[in-house]
């Protein structure tokens, strides 16, 4: 299976416990469909064998009593603690099923006992392809419940980083759904500490232990978390007082989240894992490597943090160029370029990301730049007669936006990377100490879009390489 064929990335909130999504098999069985909450349908197929993806998507969305558009904004997806792919509506569940060993064996680096003892489920989540504008368009509460839990269980298991106040503002809206407007003479306090991690990100819920956690006895008062929730949770009703004709009130609240969710740039990716180098420190210049997530979508390509759940780096299309390589007997490597700056002096980056999964993911950005660029045609007529013509009046960029450097956990940290610098002199690629060259990738957004500017290096810039 390639890129082509559906995404597979890391697990994150489906990290639950082995379970099997068909309990029978002969000329009828029962098939199992998980929802994001763990909500269970029950499908009973015949043909289970031959059966598309595609005949079982319409037989979740008449059980569910869902609108057209839930057609295409959700698909199925195969999931385990290994392993995710989303299929297309030509795959064969039960066959991809069959031959889970062999993608595990081929995408991941489980151990045999790990291979062997792995199951994937059926799961109804959100299809990646399906743009962010066309959520904000939908107001059917059903179909808004499920992108919310989607989006809740991936900011409580930290998949989605946020900052803090960001994830009591989300929090404080979950607690609107889940335990009603706020009333000032309930002990709100006490319930919102029972039930924490059912609001905030775990590793916001950790309380101290050991001696000094003992001193503090019972009584001691609310951490920074729980006050921040608190706050914001007083502050719901009246901030989402005004709600629309068209929804609920649960639904408005739904749509609140997710539109809160839509400002963080990894909304509705495709994960995956891989490793970087660690840059080089001490006085031995020891590196490593550091576990990322690699997080695709239809606007960029992020790179996390795994362990301090933060963005590492993020580009947009038009900011990169990416390959592949898989050579024999070494690890498979997605390539990132992008421009940058080092010592104040503008350079090509190159970014190695060590990964089984890195022809998923370069297969992945060439599909996703590929619907980008087929939808851009359509945008003008759907748009109003006057900007439309804006964008062609300015001249294309001659050089990509530089990327922020903020303390917040959804700005690159290019600083925290261990990066190849690269400048050409007219006859080879040489290490740059530092100037800047045109890419030596050939995969990347057309030149009207986007593109490196040459500059030419002097001579004492240089080290071959």
Known sequence: MDGAEGNAGQPGPAERSHRSSVSSVGARADVLVYLADDTVVPLAVENLSSISAQELHRAVHEVLQLPDVALDAFAL???????EVQLKPKHQPYKLGRQW?????????ASDDDVAMDEPSLQFRRNVFFPKRRELQIHDEAVLRLFYEEAKGNVLTARYPCDLEDCEVLGALVCRVQLGPYQPGQP???????????????HLCKRGHGLFAAFRGRGSKTGPGEQGLLNAYRQVKEATGSDSEHETTLGSHYRAYLLKCHELPF????????EIDKPAQGFLHRGGRKPVTVAISLEGVHVIDSREKHVLLGLGFQELSWDHTSPEEEEPVLWLEFDGDSEGMPVNKLLRIYSKQAELMSGLIEYCIELSQASEPTLPQESASGPQEAPSS???????????????VVCSRIQHLSTIDYVEDGKGIKRVKPKRTTSFFSRQLSSSQGSYTVVQPTDDSLEQS
């Open 267 to 274: 909304y509705g990716c495709a994960f995956f894992h891989g």
């Open 188 to 202: 709100a306090a006490c319930t919102l500490r029972e039930k924490l991690d059912s609001f905030l990100p775990a």
């Open 394 to 408: 300015s001249p294309p960029p001659t050089q990509r936006p530089k990327l922020r450097r903020q303390g917040s």
């Open 77 to 83: 997806w195969l999931v385990s603690p290994l392993l």
């Open 101 to 109: 060993p062999e993608l595990l064996l081929r995408f991941t680096d």
